[in-house]
């Protein structure tokens, strides 16, 4: 056996060098999946933990953020909407990071959580991280990137997705 055979093991077992590649390329979207994942997931947690961010005033609130973002921000308006009910708008976005980074890891309905996500980043980039320069400081623009690929081809392997996918197909075969 050369160092690239790897014994038979399934329908996905690689036997090759060209084995191994279309393994790789066809699990290239996880590592982006648990990294985006687990960020969102733990970005939600983090702001519905925090007294502090969780409040209309005082140091590290919400409605401090969004008061000193308003007028950088590339669409103010938007600003002046989450100020209206800054906690209200901090729990939203919270439980949408929340549920946005539990659907990826799961894989269930990864299209539609990714446009989720891309939808929260593309908000925070326009307000939070709009005047970061250069540009490129800001991370916000790359998440909206990163979610890119997720939107246009959601979790095709080891997912929810994929499983509810199988069965279909065998029920109607």
């Known amino acids: 056996m050369t160092r690239t055979d790897v014994p038979s093991g399934g329908p996905d077992a690689p036997t090759g060098p060209s084995g191994l590649r279309e393994l790789a390329a ?3 979207l ?3 999946r648990i990294f985006l994942g687990v960020t969102f997931v733990y970005a939600g947690l983090d702001k519905l933990t925090d ?3 969780l409040s209309a005033t005082g140091s590290g609130s919400i ?3 969004m008061n000193g973002v308003r007028d950088t921000s590339a669409i103010p308006a938007m600003v002046d909407m989450a100020l209206k009910a800054p906690v209200g708008f901090a729990v939203a ?3 949408g990071e929340l549920l946005v980074g539990l659907g990826v890891l799961a894989g269930l ?3 539609i959580a990714s446009v989720g996500g891309a939808l929260i980043s593309l908000s925070l980039w326009l307000t939070v991280s709009w005047a970061v320069t250069p540009y490129y400081y800001g991370n916000d623009l790359i998440y909206l990137m990163a979610w890119t690929p997720l939107v246009l ?3 095709p392997y080891l997912s929810l997705d994929s499983l509810i996918r199988s069965r279909r197909s065998r029920r109607t075969a």
Do not use: K, M, V, W
């Open 93 to 95: 976005l919270a439980i």
């Open 26 to 28: 066809r699990h290239a």
């Open 30 to 32: 996880l590592p982006l």
């Open 51 to 53: 007294s502090a961010f």
């Open 63 to 65: 409605g401090e953020l």
């Open 109 to 111: 309905l990864t299209r």
């Open 153 to 155: 081809a959601g979790a």
